[in-house]
C-alpha cells in the first residue's frame, strides 16, 4: 500500500516558480514510477510528467518540456516537480500518481495508475 501526499501548491505570478512534492508512505515506492498530472476546471486531466524507478528516465508533455522538471528521492520518499517560467494555462490542480509497472513513457497513457495523492492547488495570475 502506497499512500500519496502532494504539497506545495499556491498562487504564483506569471513566469515566476513553485516546487510540489509528493510524499509516499510504503517502504516499496522506490519500485514505482511516479508521474504528475493535472486538471483545469472543466478539462480532463492530464500528463504532465513521469520519473521512471528502475534508471531515473524523465518524460514530459509537450507543454510543459523546457519549463517543468521532475525528479525523485527514494531516501525520502518523495518525488518534486519543479515548475518554472509557469503561464496562466498552468492553473490546474495538480496531483501525483503510483504505478508499479509503468515506465516514464507510458505512465501517460490512459490506463489505471496503481496509486493518486489528493491533489495540490496551483494557480498562475497573469
Known amino acids: 500500500q502506497v499512500q500519496l501526499v502532494e504539497s506545495g501548491g499556491g498562487l504564483v505570478q506569471a513566469g515566476g516558480s513553485l516546487r510540489l512534492s509528493c510524499a509516499a508512505s510504503?517502504?516499496?515506492?522506490?519500485?514505482?514510477?511516479m508521474g504528475w498530472f493535472r486538471q483545469a476546471p472543466g478539462k480532463e486531466r492530464e500528463f504532465v510528467a513521469a520519473?521512471?524507478?528502475?534508471?531515473?528516465?524523465?518524460y514530459y508533455a509537450n507543454s510543459v518540456k523546457g519549463r517543468f522538471t521532475i525528479s525523485r528521492d527514494n531516501a525520502k520518499n518523495t518525488v518534486y516537480l519543479q515548475m518554472n517560467s509557469l503561464k496562466p494555462e498552468d492553473t490546474a490542480v495538480y496531483y501525483c500518481?503510483?504505478?508499479?509497472?509503468?515506465?516514464?513513457?507510458?505512465?501517460?497513457?490512459?490506463?489505471?495508475?496503481?496509486?493518486w495523492g489528493q491533489g495540490t492547488q496551483v494557480t498562475v495570475s497573469s
Open positions: 510504503g517502504r516499496t515506492f522506490s519500485r514505482y514510477a
Open positions: 500518481a503510483a504505478d508499479k509497472i509503468a515506465t516514464a513513457q507510458t505512465m501517460g497513457d490512459r490506463s489505471p495508475k496503481d496509486y
Open positions: 520519473v521512471s524507478w528502475t534508471d531515473f528516465t524523465t
